[in-house]
Nanobody, 123 residues
């Protein structure tokens, strides 16, 4: 299977910046789409941004122009640069990826989630 490990969360002041990273590991053969989701207290998990292997991106309207998603295919790693943060961005941020992994001499598909990283925006 593929395991995802996020890093980079923490506390930021309004107007500040944070950069999240998420690395996929395991017997990975290929990674297709990689994305970031977030879940605020009392709310459903929502898509923040997603990027295909070819580099096509899609963003939630609430983060367009402020957040940038990117990836390093050689490292199976996805990044989320978050600028102009505001308190409404406070949430647990989760990484998601899908692709193929080696399994018993063949391959299987995976869709994995990271454990989440807390982002808090407060003065």
């Amino acid at each position: 299977q593929a395991r995802l490990a996020e890093s980079g969360g923490g506390l930021a002041q309004p107007g500040g910046s944070l950069r999240l990273s998420c690395a996929a590991s395991g017997s990975i053969l290929s990674v297709n789409a990689m994305g970031w989701y977030r879940q605020a207290p009392g709310k459903q998990r929502e898509l923040v941004a997603i990027i295909t292997r070819a580099g096509s991106t899609n963003y939630a309207d609430s983060v367009k122009g402020r957040f940038t998603i990117s990836r390093d295919n050689a490292k199976n790693t996805v990044y989320l640069q978050m600028n102009s943060l505001n308190p409404e961005d406070t949430a647990i941020y989760y990484c998601n990826a899908d692709g193929k992994y080696s399994s018993g001499g063949s391959h299987a598909v995976f869709n994995s989630w990271g454990q989440g990283t807390q982002v808090t925006v407060s003065s």
